[in-house]
């Protein structure tokens, strides 16, 4: 992409953050954000003259139509989102919330933009439920029983896929909507377990699985996630449709995830056992022909290349005792 004026909602979150470092050389990028996370200031893009920072709430509708209106976006990325098991637990009206009235703020004031060309809306591979073995985009959701606090996540994703077709069916609005599967990668912050892992064995200590891990998932290295990305911003055969992004082939147990970065970074780390805390999905693995077939994507980083990539920019920016740990990481 290049010329192009990219509005992201969530911008200084994970995957948002990278996805401006993506386009920052090229483009005009606007990150609208409550910085309830940051990872945008270890990006190294905050100085460049491209970027514009806006500090503002998705459920403040005003103020995130005054920031559209200012900065008149050729294209929308909305991932601003609550996530996170221990936080949608711990918060699940600020989940629904936040979920639910965040993107239908940013649809309605996407309404008063003519000149946008796309508007892309994160939603979650826990709209399958607890088992989800190569689902495609056509496979029925299922979501958990009313009132387990692990569904209030993917209930308010699900209906936020709804509106966002509903838009462009009702409206013409050019949307597309991605289901990421299990992301991860530099920079990272939250709660996944592929950092806690890393973060626990680089500092030798024990990686701490919730059940028996035999919980089944497929995992997605962030540039693959950054190239789907740029291919739904960009690709005609992409608007009014939804997606999964995944890696179907980066497939492992949890106890197997914990074991394989134990052995990749050459971690003195023992695996321990905990209970559940909530419901979990026990399997998920994707159908990402769809992604191929309308956008060239394909998935191409392992976990074997992946999780060295991840310990390494942990590596230099946390501090342990490296007495027991090796200086360089080997696949």
């Known amino acids: 992409m290049k010329d192009a004026r990219v509005f992201i909602t969530g911008g200084s979150g994970f995957v948002g953050s990278r996805l401006a470092m993506s386009l920052i050389a090229d ?18 893009i905050l100085s ?11 459920c403040d509708h005003g103020a995130l139509a005054a920031a559209m209106a200012e900065f008149a976006p050729t ?11 221990d936080t949608v637990v711990e918060k699940p009206v600020n989940t629904l919330s936040v979920n ?38 056509e496979s029925s959701t299922s979501i958990g ?48 377990a592929m950092v806690k892992f890393i973060h626990q064995a680089l500092r030798g ?24 990305l740029l291919a739904a911003l960009e690709h005609p055969r992409a608007v009014g449709e939804t997606f999964n992004i995944g890696n179907p082939r980066a497939v492992t147990t949890i106890y197997g995830l914990a074991s394989t970065v134990v052995r990749l970074l050459r971690s003195p780390s023992e695996i321990a056992f905990a209970p ?8 998920r693995v994707p159908n990402a022909n769809k992604a191929r077939e309308h956008l060239g994507f394909e998935a191409k980083v392992d976990l074997e290349e992946g999780i060295p990539r991840t310990a390494e920019f942990y590596r230099e920016r946390l501090e342990w005792d490296t007495a027991s740990i090796p200086s360089r990481l080997d696949a």
């Not at 483009?27 to 409550?34: E, K, Q, S, T, Y």
């Not at 294209?75 to 098991?85: D, K, L, N, P």
């Not at 559940?276 to 399997?283: G, H, K, T």
């Open 27 to 44: 483009n005009r990028v606007a990150v609208f954000d409550n910085f309830s996370r940051d990872a945008l200031s270890s990006s190294g």
């Open 276 to 283: 559940r805390l909530s419901a979990d999905v026990e399997l």
């Open 145 to 192: 029983a009313a009132g387990e606090a692990r569904w209030l996540y993917a209930v308010s994703k699900l209906a936020s896929e709804h509106l966002a077709i509903a838009y462009h069916r009702q409206h013409g609005m050019p949307t597309v909507v991605l289901r990421p599967f299990n992301v991860y990668g530099p920079g990272q912050i939250g709660e996944s």
């Open 48 to 58: 460049n003259p491209n970027l514009q920072v806006v500090s503002g709430d998705v």
């Open 75 to 85: 294209h929308v990325v909305h991932s601003a989102a609550i996530a996170g098991i």
């Open 100 to 137: 639910l009235i965040g993107t239908a703020n940013l649809l309605s004031a996407a309404l008063d933009h003519p000149q946008l060309r796309r508007a892309v809306i994160f939603s979650t591979s826990e709209v399958f439920g607890q088992y989800a073995f190569a689902n495609s985009e």
């Open 205 to 228: 200590r024990p990686l701490e699985i919730h059940g028996d891990g035999t919980q089944i998932r497929a995992w997605c290295y962030v540039d693959d996630m950054i190239r789907a």
